[in-house]
């Protein structure tokens, strides 16, 4: 009988996932051990050399840090989840609030530069609007929620404003978002040229901020006989200042959130997008309308 060697069938694949319990007494410690593990330069090294297939899994590091860009309006309702994230987690976040123009600049200085360091591991702007011109840089982008774009008046609107064409009236003091440097202020452009109402608004503009937290305070101050701004930021001054609904598609900002290509720690900023993504009840309490409903499944590519 002639030799017939031996012969591996391979029947299929199972995946091992590693989980840690809710319910552990030292949260920090234990997914301190789980992100040594799953490392791709040390637990996932040695699955390699037993001849596992393994995740990417990011680089190793006792207390990582992740450098989360974040649009200003989104302020009041991811700070508090950071902090938990941080606690529970034992990581740092070094999270930069500002206008999506000027984060979206800080970036392509930093790859103009090819410095590398500092440039975000995580990106939630605004809108997309302000995602699109930085796209090639992220992947995975999920939109988690959105806003209203509104009028923003004194308490009692004491010059009797009820739209747009409004504001287009001799001697009303209007504030806007500059459009190089936040998203309100490119979204207020697209929205006065799409009802033909911009270089008539633009007229009565009196000031221009570079961040949408800045404009409320315009109105509430008596700086400004209105302001357009998100729906999200009227809230904190609710008792000074009155708002106006804008019966137009234009009027919403979509804030959408993604991981970096170049980021050593994607899997660490996809538990962060999970904790976001569990936080329907802090996304509304701050005013927004929450855009994810049920479980998302993690993307895994297996080298």
Not at 46 to 70: A, H, I, K, N
Not at 191 to 203: I, P
Request: charged fraction near 25%; include cysteine; proline fraction near 5%.
């Amino acid at each position: 009988m002639p030799y017939m060697p031996s012969a591996t069938w391979v029947a299929g694949t199972a995946q091992i996932v590693l989980g840690v319990l809710t319910s552990t007494l030292d949260p920090p410690k234990t997914l301190r051990f789980a992100r040594y593990l799953t490392a791709k330069d040390k637990g996932l090294a040695v699955f390699r050399q037993r001849g596992f297939r393994t995740v990417e899994g990011d680089q190793w590091e006792e207390v990582p840090e992740l450098v989360f860009y974040c649009g200003a309006v989104n302020r009041r309702s991811v700070e508090s989840i950071i902090k938990e994230f941080e606690q529970r987690e034992g990581v740092r976040v070094n999270t930069v609030y500002n206008g999506c123009g000027i984060l979206t600049a800080q970036m392509k200085t930093i790859v103009g530069q090819r410095q590398g360091l500092g440039f975000p591991d995580i990106y939630m702007a605004c809108d997309v609007y302000y995602l699109n011109n930085v796209r090639d840089w992220f992947q995975e982008d999920v939109e988690i929620s959105d806003t209203e774009i509104v009028i923003a008046v004194p308490k009692g609107n004491p010059k009797g404003i009820k739209s747009l064409k409004d504001l287009t009236r001799p001697g009303i003091r209007v504030s806007v978002g500059q459009p190089d440097q936040c998203t309100i202020g490119a979204l207020t452009r697209l929205l006065l040229e799409k009802e033909g109402l911009y270089d008539e608004v633009m007229k009565n503009v009196v000031t221009q901020t570079a961040s949408s937290a800045m404009l409320v305070p315009t109105v509430s101050t008596g700086s400004v006989d209105a302001s357009l701004a998100y729906l999200t930021d009227t809230l904190a001054e609710k008792d000074k200042v009155d708002v106006i609904r804008i019966p137009s598609n234009a009027a919403k900002a979509v804030q959408p959130f993604a991981i970096a290509r170049s980021s050593q720690r994607k899997w660490l900023g996809r538990r962060l997008f999970a904790a976001l993504a569990r936080s329907k009840d802090r996304f509304e309490a701050a005013g927004f309308h929450f855009r994810l409903e049920g479980p998302r499944p993690t993307k895994v590519s297996i080298e």
